[in-house]
Structure formats: structure tokens, C-alpha cells
């Protein structure tokens, strides 16, 4: 099964987004609190996909997902994004993220997002 890296300042999102990705046969590969360190464990671990909080300290996730596609331009990004981002989804679409997730997490709209994009 393909595996993850979860890339969110919240440790409560991490958390809820490790549960239903394990129970649902995804193994995570790592975890990350800032868009830098996204990065780094991007290229360390080379997941099959990564879910890119927006709002983040240090680098955001739009600074990540940047870095990351410039890393490797076929990497498969899936952005979370909290109420009223609609500007910043739009952006982070445009610089090559394959889909975006909001919360809270509804779990078969992750499904089927996951689904799309990782197959």
C-alpha cells in the first residue's frame, strides 16, 4: 500500500489523518510540524504522497509544495485547508497540488481523493 507523509503544524490533524489513513491500509512514512521539515522528510523518505497543511510555521505549505515540486515534479501533493483558504487552495492548484482535503476530515471524501490521486 502507498506510503505517506503527514505534514501539519496540528498534532490533533496528524493524529486523525494517521488513524484513517492506517485503517484504511496506508503505511506513514513520517510526520512533519513545518513546511521545512515537510521538505526535508520529503526527500529523506520519498513517499508515495504527501497531505500539505496551508497555514504552517516556518514554511507554509505553499512554500513546501513549491520546493517539493521543483524536488520532483511528478510528486503526489494533496493540500489541507481549513475554512476560508479558498484564495490559497486556488494557488497551491495552479503550482501543481493534485487535490486539496478540508477540516475537518470527512473520511470518505479522503478516500476517494486518495483514490484519485495515488490509485
Given at each position: 500500500m502507498a506510503k505517506a507523509l503527514i505534514v501539519d503544524d496540528s498534532?490533533?490533524?496528524?493524529?486523525?489523518?494517521?488513524?484513517?489513513?492506517?485503517?484504511?491500509?496506508?503505511?506513514?512514512?513520517?510526520?512533519?510540524?513545518?513546511?521545512?521539515?515537510?521538505?526535508?522528510q520529503y526527500k529523506e523518505l520519498?513517499?508515495?504522497?504527501?497531505?500539505?497543511?496551508?497555514?504552517?510555521?516556518?514554511?507554509?505549505?505553499?512554500?513546501?509544495?513549491?520546493e517539493i515540486k521543483e524536488f520532483q515534479k511528478d510528486a503526489k501533493v494533496i493540500m489541507v485547508t481549513a475554512a476560508g483558504q479558498k484564495a490559497k487552495m486556488v494557488e497551491a492548484i495552479k503550482m501543481g497540488a493534485d487535490e486539496f482535503i478540508s477540516k475537518p476530515f470527512d473520511t470518505d471524501v479522503l478516500l476517494d481523493t486518495l483514490k484519485r490521486v495515488v490509485g
Open positions: 498534532r490533533t490533524s496528524r493524529k486523525i489523518l494517521r488513524t484513517i489513513l492506517e485503517t484504511n491500509g496506508y503505511t506513514i512514512a513520517g510526520e512533519a510540524t513545518n513546511g521545512q521539515e515537510g521538505i526535508d520519498k513517499p508515495d504522497f504527501v497531505t500539505l497543511d496551508i497555514t504552517m510555521p516556518v514554511k507554509d505549505g505553499i512554500a513546501a509544495l513549491t
